[in-house]
């Protein structure tokens, strides 16, 4: 998706998928061309008039200076976009991921003609998205998702496909968020049950806090198949488009206030409960873990912004920043008061924005400093706590700009 700019928010693009149709074994114009020119001395008059209106039409057909054609989305995958129910159906790989290959045989094409690639992208956030505010995630919806990233995972993605694969990452901003993690995983399956958030005797559950009950999670860490869900290529792909940037950042720092929301007047998990046989947790050990994590991958937001940047991906950045403005939804601020209501993973990053972005909305560290800062000054949790919280934050904000 190699966009330059803002340029890649239509059209078609690029990519390593592949399209498996027919015309791939075709060869490429210049391949004719040069078989042309080993017989032109033989070639005259009105024949020659033929051979050249044949490699026009071949052009034409095409659309490409290589004589490589572009994938047509068919009405019938169109259509899935206005069918969530038809969309979940034809992206599930199964619980066995043995169907897997039907969400490659929909996504995994080098170039899409006209406006296929954001078709695609409605496609996928129908199949993978809650079916309402307030509903959890299904199994079905859950594996949805952790075929989209598996499936585009390592490949250039097409010019507006971008956000809809995007839009899929806030959806699962938790899930998605953990996928990330450098430690590796022992996940057993690309999903995780309801009963698997069900935390244990001290409050804990690796899948996250404050997660609501019924809900199936995505394991996006799951590594049990070739060309797993690799998260870190996948968003370092999606921010090289500033829609897709806007809504990955979106969905992080809306995160970041339902998170703080939730924690008690002192910034421990209200959840937790003190255990003779692990004595080295307290209720501000994975609190601090989870801030430290999310500070970390807006700075990886910023870290591919800066890379992108450099290699000419984006080649004017006051304009990439511009359209990241302009697609950004707002602020979010936390609660006045600690919250005990548990959410849908999908509502997370659909909360209501609290007001316009103040100051430089690229400056990462200063947006999250200003929701933490403000919701330790309305819920007066004690300086030192909050200082702490800070000073965890900024450090892996910076290990994040520089860790590769």
Known sequence: MRIGGIEGSGGSGNGDGGDTDSSAERPGLRGRLRRAGKYQLLVVGSAFVLLVAAVAAALAVTGDEDGEKCHEVPTSVRALADDPAAATKALDPGDDLDRISSATHLLAHDEVCGDGARVLGRVVDAGTRATGPGKPHTAAQARSAYAVAAVLSGQEIPPGLAPGVARMLAEYVVDAGRGDDFGGSDATSPVALPNGALPDKNGYTELGRFLAPGEVHTRFEYEGIDGDADMRTLVAELTEDPQAFAILYDAERANLAAYLERLTDE????????????RGSGPTTWPDNDLQDLAGRVATLMKHRANHTRDGTISDLDAFDRSVREHTRG????????????????????????????????????Q????????????NVPERRAA???????DFYVRGLWLR
């Open 267 to 278: 910034g421990g998990d209200p959840g937790f409960r003190p255990s003779r046989t692990d």
């Open 331 to 366: 602020t979010f601020r936390p609660a006045e008061k600690q919250l005990k209501t548990r959410l849908p993973v999908g509502d997370i990053a659909a909360r209501p924005v609290a007001g316009l972005v103040r100051g430089d909305l690229m400056d990462g560290r200063a």
């Open 368 to 379: 999250l400093f200003t929701v933490l800062d403000s919701w330790a000054e309305q819920r």
């Open 388 to 394: 702490a919280m800070r000073q965890m934050m900024d």
